[in-house]
């Protein structure tokens, strides 16, 4: 914890007033002080912000670059072959580059929109009722953190082999739900979120358990809910292994396998370095979006939706 | 877990519990439950029989038919155990996370704080272009680091070479492991910067407020009351962030074609990967998985008994 | 975002048909089912790594309605074994068709991935190639696990300007190679003649088959491992000198730096195989009419050899329900002359084919334009391969290879580099016995 010291001397001033113990004037003081930009705070922020685009900066830079340039021309200067090589990838076996962006969105969308209602239904269930090896199930759900997808990878192909669904959506599709963490986060936040009060007063009314869970708890849980889908939405947009070993047919692959593909076979190809890159560029563009799109929701207070109600 | 003490304990408040009440919890987690024994359980207990099992050839072992799987015992454990490529894949994972876990909590600290004492411009920025990373998967982040680290392409070297200055390159001797942790703090700070920025929020401003009363400065109140708030989400990612980093597997993966100083057997879920996919041996795989979770149950569990007195009994 | 019930529920059904539909519209490939064997049109899955081959499947299903092959593209050959050796486990997931590099048949006709063809293909098809080619898929005995699809003869690549300047002759022996690496490493220092990859166990099985080393070896009903063979740690040894000298190279081949190397002049040679014009064309475009190929610098100048990296075959899968259609297929494709053609023409390999490829391969690649001989000179090459038997467990030996190579190149020792060998040694022979394969001592 000693970074909290050094980056933050521009604190010594108040510091000193405080010293003098202003009796009255203090919280105006204070809040000056609080909101005075501080140079320092603003550098040490920026380092950490040029830090984290650097390498986005690259693929930006790199994807503009033709295979000629790519290891020729400086690093950080633009070219102007970003359209060829967006063109090249599109041609590269009929499209296939966007069908594997539409199944990373049908994974990613559709499995962390079940795996959130999942999660939620599970965290509610945790968090609102009192029950006989209530502390048991959710230890061992939460134990399901502790098991590397490496290790499940084979086993669950097995399994899914004895149903005949490997090599479909489903085998990607259906492990991707179950979410400990996401039970994790949704007992938190219905906990937090959702007052016995406003439970009881619903039970009170007449509702149905199904019925307070969803017209009651989830409005109240919604924040907490988004946070819970754009988990599990990069979890299984990153997750490599299962799509990996489930499938076989490269129509079906989702865009992390696709693209460690054709990086394998850069290493005979090397023209497709520039697809990948150009590839890694545009994979990366619709969860920039999403994360801007649902950025409030990053930042609600979890305590809110107590408060409000 | 200590989540029961995080979250305020849910209390039944009704008077009368009926049968429809007491079934509803189990109907609510039926789903994640079913789903947790098709696609983890039943895996997890496979992967736990196979750790007691072997593959044995016979003869030149071309016909078909001449593997068979028989019990192994506790053969398989032994063989991990008394493997030192594993122990000292464990050595190197142990140094790793001293280096990840520590750098990536005090960063992530570090620019919640920042962000939430309105003192910095650029706030909403930095916010964004710091959590960035967490959109990037881990295969992909490998490989454009890969990229910046390697002194043949990188514009850093070109840099180092104009100045004059000789820089060893990050992928000859034990400097790779500061290359590989790079890239998991560049992943990981975003995300728990955000966690405990969120926690900030949820600090009501009149406990500011009455500090600010006191004239506390703001390094006092970040040190005497964000920060005690805060602990215990900042416990939880550590707790999380340890489990990932027993589970390193992606970033010196994809790394490895590019380093002497990578070995196939790096981390301990290298070698498993190694011994599964690499040479077809899922039954001592299993075994040392079975090891690692064993390991990351008792360290994670561990820690937060180490911590849990002291972080959890303020909050009460 | 008050969204009603309603709509959620809606737009839950959406997705669930949106699901149901992608799902039906995919899932059906793979283990089809299409009950009797010779009745009605058959589909045949094939997993490769080729490039372009679907190009040269779509002449052979304009021309087979009833026998239609669908190409699922793999990352290449090891993924690609890894997913097949899964499915076999698990009992279905298998396609009908496997490209399978010829180091990988033992391991793979010993977890009874492969279906055994010599009933179901003719007679006649053992005559289209080498008879080491033949071995490598035969296994020595009397069943036919494979048809040969390529070859990878290994020769010497090299920036023909380059060694105008320096004038340094083309090596025709590895003392002559030496020499050389010191000129091209003392005229610029940042320069190499060559890398000592730790990453490309198939590269220097290739160098060690050229003098004389054979991995494994069958005595009776026993296997044997000769990794420390005398051939094996002689090659060792004069690359560890190198290294330790400083003259050669010791980061792996295949990184961007590598490639940036060979197109920016710091990687002056490439000790490479038949397939390497396509891997230089990509990679170092700057240099077009630069390189040259000569045949490998010789261990004994007076007996030529080489030996081989790379080259696959085509199997067909224990799992598939056709077999006799799929042996077809892959008969055709390695040895139809309009099928070899388009191998040569579209997916740029080098066919195992003998008769077929003479044909086929006339003009140089594009790449070495400026060198009309080069396919009589790779051809020559091609009849100096030598024997060489791959075992059950390469995968083991292999990736000894790189982690032990990896320590070797590392410390830039050469006494690290016959070390490592001796360390390869052990593994490989320590995991056949332990996997209860017949060993013999």
């Known amino acids: 914890m000693t970074t909290l010291t050094s980056p933050l001397p521009a604190d010594a001033p108040p510091a000193r007033d405080a010293a003098r113990r202003p009796a009255r004037g203090g919280r105006r003081a204070w809040r000056g002080a609080g909101e005075r930009p501080s140079a320092v705070a603003t550098a040490v922020l920026l380092v950490g912000a040029l830090y984290c685009l650097l390498p986005v900066v690259w693929v930006v830079v790199a994807s503009t670059k033709s295979?000629?340039?790519?290891?020729?021309?400086?690093?950080?200067?633009?070219?102007?072959?970003?359209?060829?090589?967006?063109?090249?990838?599109?041609?590269?076996?009929?499209?296939?580059?966007?069908?594997?962006?539409?199944?990373?969105?049908?994974?990613?969308?559709?499995?962390?929109?079940?795996?959130?209602?999942?999660?939620?239904?599970?965290?509610?269930?945790?968090?609102?009722?009192?029950?006989?090896?209530?502390?048991?199930?959710?230890?061992?759900?939460?134990?399901?953190v502790l098991v590397p997808a490496v290790v499940l990878a084979i086993p669950q192909y097995l399994l899914l082999a004895e149903l005949d669904l490997t090599n479909t959506y489903w085998s990607v599709l259906l492990p991707s739900i179950i979410s400990p963490y996401g039970i994790y986060l949704a007992r938190i936040y219905a906990a937090a979120a959702v007052p016995d009060e406003v439970v009881e007063a619903a039970r009170t009314d007449g509702a149905s358990e199904t019925r307070t869970f969803f017209q009651v708890a989830v409005p109240m849980l919604v924040p907490g809910l988004v946070t819970v889908f754009l988990f599990q939405f990069v979890a299984i947009w990153n997750n490599f292994m299962l799509p990996y070993i489930m499938l076989g047919d490269d129509k079906l692959f989702p865009i992390t396998v696709g693209l460690s593909g054709l990086l394998n076979q850069g290493a005979s190809q090397p023209a497709m370095y520039t697809l990948v890159i150009t590839g890694a560029l545009l994979s990366i563009l619709p969860l920039v979006a999403l994360f801007f799109a649902l950025q409030r929701f990053w930042q609600v207070d979890l305590a809110a939706g107590a408060v409000k109600s | 877990m200590t989540t029961t003490t995080a979250a305020p304990p849910a209390r039944a408040t009704g008077p009368s519990t009926s049968g429809r009440r007491r079934l509803a919890p189990w109907g609510f987690l039926a789903p994640a439950i079913v789903l947790f024994?098709?696609?983890?359980?039943?895996?997890?207990?496979?992967?736990?029989?196979?750790?007691?099992r072997t593959e044995k050839v016979s003869g030149l072992g071309l016909g078909s038919g001449s593997r068979t799987e028989v019990w192994a015992g506790l053969s398989n454990y032994a063989a991990a155990l008394g493997d030192p490529e594993f122990l000292a894949s464990v050595g190197r994972v142990a140094l790793y996370g001293l280096i990840v876990v520590p750098t990536m909590l005090g960063l992530a600290l570090l620019f919640a704080l920042l962000l939430d004492s309105r003192r910095a411009r650029t706030r909403t920025f930095s916010r964004t272009a710091i959590f960035l990373p967490y959109a990037v998967p881990a295969v992909i982040s490998s490989l454009l680091w890969g990229f910046l680290y390697l002194p043949g392409v990188s514009p850093f070297y070109d840099l180092f070479e104009r100045f004059g200055w000789d820089v060893p390159s990050?992928?000859?001797?034990?400097?790779?492991?500061?290359?590989?942790?790079?890239?998991?703090?560049?992943?990981?700070?975003?995300?728990?910067?955000?966690?405990?920025?969120?926690?900030?929020?949820?600090?009501?401003?009149?406990?500011?407020?009455?500090?600010?009363?006191?004239?506390?400065?703001?390094?006092?109140?970040?040190?005497?009351?964000?920060?005690?708030?805060?602990?215990?989400?900042?416990?939880?990612?550590?707790?999380?962030?340890m489990i990932a980093t027993l589970q390193v597997f992606a970033e010196p993966t994809t790394l490895r074609p590019l380093s002497n100083a990578i070995s196939t057997t790096w981390t301990p879920l290298m070698k498993v990967y190694r011994d599964a996919f690499t040479r077809g041996d899922l039954y001592s795989a299993a075994a040392t998985s079975v090891i690692i979770a064993a390991a990351t149950f008792v360290l994670s569990f561990g820690f937060l008994r180490l911590v849990q007195g002291r972080a959890f009994g303020q909050e009460k | 975002?008050?969204?009603?019930?309603?709509?959620?529920?809606?737009?839950?059904?959406?997705?669930?048909?949106?699901?149901?539909?992608?799902?039906?519209?995919?899932?059906?490939?793979?283990?089809?089912?299409?009950?009797?064997?010779?009745?009605?049109?058959?589909?045949?899955?094939?997993?490769?790594?080729?490039?372009?081959?679907?190009?040269?499947?779509?002449?052979?299903?304009?021309?087979?309605?009833?026998?239609?092959?669908?190409?699922?593209?793999?990352?290449?050959?090891?993924?690609?074994?890894?997913?097949?050796?899964?499915?076999?486990?698990?009992?279905?997931?298998?396609?009908?068709?496997?490209?399978?590099?010829?180091?990988?048949?033992?391991?793979?006709?010993?977890?009874?991935?492969?279906?055994?063809?010599?009933?179901?293909?003719?007679?006649?098809?053992?005559?289209?190639?080498?008879?080491?080619?033949?071995?490598?898929?035969?296994?020595?005995?009397?069943?036919?696990?494979?048809?040969?699809?390529?070859?990878?003869?290994?020769?010497?690549?090299?920036?023909?300007?380059?060694?105008?300047?320096?004038?340094?002759?083309?090596?025709?022996?590895?003392?002559?190679?030496?020499?050389?690496?010191?000129?091209?490493?003392?005229?610029?220092?940042?320069?190499?003649?060559?890398?000592?990859?730790?990453?490309?166990a198939g590269w220097f099985s290739g160098l060690t088959q050229q003098a004389g080393a054979s991995w494994y070896g069958i005595d009776g009903d026993a296997w044997s491992v000769d990794i420390d063979s005398d051939a094996t740690t002689k090659v060792a040894e004069y690359w560890g000198?190198?290294?330790?000298?400083?003259?050669?190279?010791?980061?792996?081949?295949?990184?961007?730096?590598?490639?940036?190397?060979?197109?920016?002049?710091?990687?002056?040679?490439?000790?490479?195989?038949?397939?390497?014009?396509?891997?230089?064309?990509?990679?170092?475009?700057?240099?077009?009419?630069?390189?040259?190929?000569?045949?490998?610098?010789?261990?004994?100048?007076?007996?030529?050899?080489?030996?081989?990296?790379?080259?696959?075959?085509?199997?067909?899968?224990?799992?598939?329900?056709h077999p006799e259609q799929a042996a077809e297929f892959i008969t055709w494709l390695n040895t139809d002359p309009e099928a070899v053609q388009a191998l040569v023409d579209d997916a740029g390999i080098y066919p195992a084919d003998v008769p077929a490829s003479t044909e086929a391969l006339s003009d140089p690649p594009e790449f070495f334009s400026n060198q009309p001989d080069?396919?009589?000179?790779?051809?020559?090459?091609?009849?100096?391969?030598?024997?060489?038997?791959?075992?059950?467990?390469?995968?083991?030996?292999?990736?000894?290879?790189?982690?032990?190579?990896?320590?070797?190149?590392?410390?830039?020792?050469?006494?690290?580099?016959?070390?490592?060998?001796?360390?390869?040694?052990?593994?490989?022979?320590?995991?056949?016995?332990?996997?209860?394969?017949?060993?013999?001592?």
């Open chain 1, 67 to 144: 295979g000629a340039e790519l290891f020729s021309t400086f690093t950080f200067a633009p070219s102007t072959h970003l359209a060829d090589n967006v063109a090249d990838l599109s041609g590269y076996r009929g499209g296939l580059f966007w069908r594997w962006m539409l199944n990373t969105a049908l994974y990613a969308g559709v499995g962390a929109v079940l795996s959130t209602l999942v999660s939620a239904m599970a965290g509610y269930g945790l968090a609102k009722y009192t029950f006989a090896g209530k502390n048991a199930v959710f230890n061992v759900l939460l134990a399901g």
């Open chain 3, 1 to 200: 975002m008050r969204l009603t019930t309603g709509t959620r529920i809606a737009a839950l059904a959406a997705a669930t048909a949106l699901l149901a539909s992608a799902c039906s519209g995919g899932g059906d490939d793979a283990g089809s089912d299409d009950g009797g064997s010779a009745a009605g049109p058959v589909e045949l899955t094939f997993w490769t790594w080729t490039p372009n081959m679907e190009k040269v499947v779509d002449l052979w299903n304009a021309e087979h309605p009833d026998i239609t092959v669908t190409v699922n593209k793999q990352d290449g050959g090891d993924p690609a074994i890894t997913k097949l050796l899964t499915a076999i486990k698990a009992g279905s997931g298998a396609p009908d068709i496997m490209q399978a590099e010829y180091q990988k048949i033992p391991q793979l006709v010993s977890s009874d991935a492969l279906a055994d063809l010599s009933g179901t293909i003719g007679d006649d098809v053992a005559g289209h190639f080498a008879d080491g080619v033949w071995d490598a898929v035969t296994l020595g005995s009397d069943a036919v696990y494979a048809v040969p699809q390529d070859s990878g003869p290994m020769q010497f690549y090299y920036r023909a300007d380059v060694f105008e300047k320096l004038g340094i002759d083309v090596p025709t022996t590895w003392d002559e190679y030496a020499d050389a690496a010191r000129t091209v490493h003392e005229a610029d220092p940042k320069a190499y003649l060559g890398t000592f990859s730790a990453n490309d």
């Open chain 2, 37 to 52: 024994v098709l696609f983890l359980a039943l895996p997890i207990a496979y992967a736990v029989y196979l750790s007691f």
């Open chain 3, 374 to 441: 080069f396919y009589e000179v790779a051809a020559q090459t091609a009849q100096t391969v030598q024997p060489f038997t791959y075992g059950p467990n390469i995968n083991v030996a292999y990736s000894a290879y790189n982690d032990e190579f990896a320590k070797a190149t590392k410390a830039k020792k050469a006494d690290a580099f016959v070390d490592a060998v001796g360390a390869m040694q052990q593994i490989t022979l320590d995991d056949l016995k332990n996997q209860g394969f017949n060993v013999s001592e």
């Open chain 2, 170 to 241: 990050l992928f000859e001797g034990d400097l790779v492991m500061f290359a590989v942790a790079n890239i998991a703090v560049w992943g990981g700070t975003g995300f728990n910067m955000i966690v405990i920025y969120t926690a900030l929020k949820a600090v009501p401003s009149e406990l500011y407020e009455a500090a600010e009363l006191d004239g506390a400065s703001q390094v006092a109140v970040a040190w005497r009351i964000k920060i005690p708030i805060v602990t215990p989400s900042i416990i939880m990612t550590a707790v999380f962030s």
């Open chain 3, 241 to 321: 000198d190198l290294v330790e000298e400083g003259v050669i190279d010791n980061k792996p081949m295949y990184t961007p730096e590598w490639n940036a190397g060979l197109n920016d002049g710091t990687q002056v040679g490439w000790l490479s195989a038949i397939w390497a014009p396509g891997v230089l064309e990509g990679n170092a475009a700057d240099t077009a009419g630069k390189w040259k190929m000569a045949p490998m610098p010789q261990w004994d100048a007076d007996a030529p050899a080489t030996g081989a990296w790379g080259g696959s075959a085509t199997a067909v899968t224990s799992q598939s329900e």
